[in-house]
């Protein structure tokens, strides 16, 4: 193996240490953000279903009163 031949060897593994340096800070920051949106979806979903019950307790409480009202007369 030349002398060049090494040093750019040695560059090559320079330059793909830098990069997988830089992928492993990347990957750290998505981590972080894809936490973050776990935690909204999760805050998002727990109001939809609060709205989704109300919504099915509407509906059922007023059939019943239609229904209650129409046998009741």
């Given at each position: 193996m030349t002398k060049e031949?090494?040093?750019l060897a040695l560059d090559a593994l320079e330059r793909i240490a830098k990069h997988e340096k830089e992928c492993g800070e990347r990957w750290g920051e998505?981590?972080?953000?894809?936490k973050q949106l776990r935690a909204a979806t999760d805050a998002h979903a727990a109001r939809w279903e609060k709205l989704a019950?109300?919504?099915?307790?509407?509906?059922l409480a007023t059939a019943g009163t239609v229904i209650?009202?129409?046998?009741?007369r």
């Open positions: 031949e090494r040093n998505a981590v972080v953000e894809l019950w109300l919504v099915i307790t509407t509906a209650t009202t129409h046998f009741v």
